[in-house]
């Protein structure tokens, strides 16, 4: 009798972000960067020992401006209340314009995404980047389905001061979420006590902070790395307990392909 053989593992599919272009499209887009100039200028970088803020920066694409300019509001309601100078030429349908009025700055995307069937993009500005004058404004789009490109808005936070964007600045910052995963989580209050094990992991954290901190008073060390516990950045409890395989430090994003695509 034969052996019997072992059944192949399915392989895992990758899930595509596709963006579709026409001709003349060149989307500027890139895996969203890590660093922000903000956090590079603070004293010994120190932001980045926030693995929260780290991975966020991170965690998606950016597209970048075509041109430089500079844009200003009145401070009225109407769409020609914003007046727009480029500063590189750039051809029209890429250029930022004034559209719906409000104090609002619209960029056209030129790109139509598609989605695994069930996933949405979310759509906002870079995260943890600060813009003097102008925020950006926040969408999420059923791009499993849509045919229709979208627009990343920004809105002037105050009137008569003039914002600048820089050629290739990231403008618009876009990542996959599921469809409908938050309205299937249900919430509840609970103590502490109901969680096994969690009061006595998060007072050990909690002793071993102050005592970190008072470390830190008496001795400060030279050292930047030494100032700072690593506990949640190396995945660890205050007991060097590990936690899951799945704790990351850094993202790895796939970049755009293609013949369209205009590195950033």
């Known amino acids: 009798m034969e052996p019997e053989q072992a059944e ?3 392989e895992l599919i990758a899930p595509e972000l596709i963006a ?27 932001p980045y020992r926030c693995l929260p803020l780290k991975i966020a920066n991170s965690h998606g694409w950016e597209i970048l401006s075509p041109c430089g300019f500079t844009a200003l509001w009145n401070g009225g309601p109407l769409a020609e209340d914003v007046s727009v100078h480029c500063v590189d030429p750039v051809p029209s ?14 960029f056209h995307i030129p790109a139509i995404f ?10 906002s500005g870079p995260p943890n980047s600060m813009k003097d004058g102008v925020a950006p404004l926040s ?13 990343m808005n920004w809105r002037f936070t105050r ?8 050629a290739d600045e990231p403008i618009c910052f876009l990542f996959p979420i599921e469809r409908g995963a938050a309205e299937r989580f249900r919430t509840r209050i609970a103590p502490i006590d109901e969680a096994d094990g969690l009061r006595q992991q998060f007072e050990d954290w ?22 700072w516990q690593k506990h949640y950045y190396r995945g660890v409890d205050a007991r060097e307990q590990k ?15 293609g013949p369209a695509q205009k590195p950033g």
């Open 139 to 151: 969408g999420i789009v059923e791009t499993d389905w849509s045919p229709y490109t979208f627009t």
């Open 206 to 227: 909690s002793r071993s902070r102050t005592a970190f901190h008072q470390e830190m008073a008496l001795r400060p060390p030279t050292t930047p790395a030494d100032k």
């Open 114 to 123: 598609r989605t695994p069937p069930g996933w949405d993009l979310w759509i």
């Open 20 to 46: 579709y272009v026409f001709p003349g499209w060149e989307p500027r887009i890139r895996p969203a960067d890590h660093r922000r100039k903000w956090m590079d200028q603070s004293p010994e970088s120190f």
């Open 243 to 257: 936690g899951p395989d799945t704790h990351r430090t850094r993202l790895n994003l796939c970049p755009f392909s």
């Open 159 to 166: 009137p008569n001061h003039p914002v600048h964007f820089a």
């Open 93 to 106: 349908p890429d250029a930022p314009v004034p559209l719906f009025g409000q104090g609002v700055l619209t």
């Open 8 to 10: 192949a593992a399915p």
